[in-house]
């Protein structure tokens, strides 16, 4: 089992940065990549980030390419998401998520562990 913890929610004005924060605990060596998703009031869940260390790969959705940056750091088992130039269309739930798919976790794949949720908003 994988237990998720997330923190670093807030609220930021237009253009503002915030950095989300996953730490993983348990068996974290059968997960093999961690990430993000969110979710927006009345839309569906949708990927955003992944970062994969068996098979090294990062991922993001088109929206938040050189805006947001995930990071990993190993020896805390955790997760990071930097998101600068945030836009009021950021403004969602954000989950960490964790894979034991041995490729890792990318868009369109179904995590096995799932983080509470933090929200982000991003005021005009």
């Known amino acids: 089992q994988v237990q998720l913890v997330e923190s670093g929610g807030g609220l930021v004005q237009d253009g503002g940065s915030l950095r989300l924060s996953c730490a993983a605990s348990?068996?974290?060596?059968?997960?093999?990549?961690m990430g993000w998703f969110r979710q927006a009031p009345g839309k569906e869940r949708e990927f955003v980030a992944a970062?994969?260390?068996?098979?090294?790969?990062?991922y993001y959705t088109d929206s938040v390419k050189g805006r947001f940056t995930i990071s990993r750091d190993n020896a805390k088992n955790a997760v990071y998401l930097q998101m600068s130039s945030l836009k009021p269309e950021d403004t969602a739930v954000y989950y960490c998520?964790?894979?034991?798919?041995?490729?890792?976790?990318?868009?369109?794949?179904?995590?096995?562990?799932w983080g509470q949720g933090t929200q982000v908003t991003v005021s005009l």
């Open positions: 998520a964790a894979s034991k798919n041995i490729l890792g976790l990318r868009p369109g794949s179904s995590p096995e562990y």
């Open positions: 348990g068996r974290t060596s059968s997960v093999f990549g």
């Open positions: 970062f994969n260390w068996l098979v090294p790969s990062t």
